[in-house]
């Protein structure tokens, strides 16, 4: 394991009056606990592809990312602890002069070189995984937008083994960004339980296809276990509404839990909604995967604690 974590990670039982009402059970599964600076999916998804790449002799990592880009800010952090270069490619040219936003900053912190392209350049490098730029960075691994390929989705696939004893009342959630989380979940399931991502972005149709493409990558085939709700994310990626914001707030000072935003706070709200219908009907035991950290100074990988 090339960057040893805190493995499995806690499953924590959430009391909540609305959910009892509505006959759910709810527990949460700490991955934000996972690791202080690669935490939650980002560790599941890298830590395999980190093992391929020193395997093959690889010193430099580059991968793709929007400017608040978890996965950049995750595989700087992990190329740094291994020793290894990394570059990213940033979506935005006109950032490139910008005061670094704090996941930029982290991300330049440890060592990764930026480097920041035109939107349509962009789409353009991410289906190409680089290929137009690679002369520029000599031999390395090339790692997707979001870290999601077979073999981050083999790495997630290992999360409901953690879970204990899943039947037919189970329901494993997670957010959707790039849905390599939601592929591998579903891929780990036994028979009888069932994966629910929640759409951070409108991608209706597309994510679906996605998570397909991965599976196929991974497998060679496909899952039906698994389905993605679009009704939940807000109005797009990176968007928090105020109602958004109110209920993570909230669900933080009832239960002593941060709620990172802009993922993990759309899956649990989504979570409220269903909640006693018929995508989470009663006698549902729901797991919410926390995917990852909330923003600000408990991100910045120092003084983590399990309180
Ligand atoms: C990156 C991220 C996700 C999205 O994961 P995908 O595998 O890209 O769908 C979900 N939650 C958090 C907190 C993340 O940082």
Redesign the pocket.
């Known amino acids: 394991m090339p960057l040893p974590a805190d493995l499995p990670t806690p499953l924590t039982p959430i009391r909540d009056p609305v959910l009892a009402r509505a006959g759910v059970e709810l527990r949460l599964k700490r991955d ?1 606990l996972l690791h202080p600076t690669v ?4 560790w599941r ?1 890298l830590t395999p592809n980190l093992e391929h790449a020193l395997a093959e002799g690889h010193t430099r990592l580059v991968t793709f990312g929007g400017a608040y ?3 950049l800010r ?1 595989t700087a952090a992990a190329a740094r602890a291994l020793g290894l270069a990394s570059v990213g490619v940033v979506r935005g040219e006109e950032l490139a002069d910008r005061p670094r936003n704090p996941s930029l900053a982290a991300a330049e912190a440890d060592g990764m070189q930026l480097e920041f392209v035109a939107r349509g350049a962009y789409r353009e490098l991410v289906r190409d995984l680089g290929r137009p730029l690679a002369q520029r960075w000599g031999r390395c691994l090339v790692l997707p937008e ?3 390929n077979a073999l ?1 989705v083999r790495g ?1 696939a290992a999360l409901p083994a953690e879970l204990g004893g899943l039947d037919g009342r189970d329901t494993v959630c ?10 591998g979940i579903a891929a780990g399931l036994p028979p009888g339980a069932r994966a629910l ?1 929640v759409a ?1 972005l409108r991608g209706e149709g597309y994510l679906e296809e996605e998570v397909a493409a991965l599976h196929r990558a991974a497998y060679g085939r496909t899952f039906a276990n698994w389905r993605i709700d679009h009704g939940h994310h807000g109005g797009g990626y990176g968007k928090v509404p105020a109602a958004l914001e109110e209920f993570a707030a909230g669900f933080g000072e009832r239960h002593g839990i941060g709620v ?1 935003r ?3 706070a759309k ?1 649990l709200q989504a979570v409220y909604g269903l909640a006693g219908t018929a995508a989470l009907p009663p006698g549902s035991r729901v797991t919410l995967v ?4 909330p923003d600000g100074p408990t991100a910045a990988g120092t003084g983590l604690s399990r309180s």
């Open positions: 934000d935490p939650g999916n980002k998804k880009s978890t996965h995750a979001g870290g999601s981050a997630t997670c957010a959707v960004g790039t849905g390599g989380t939601l592929a991502g951070v990172e802009r993922y993990v899956a926390v995917t990852g950290l």
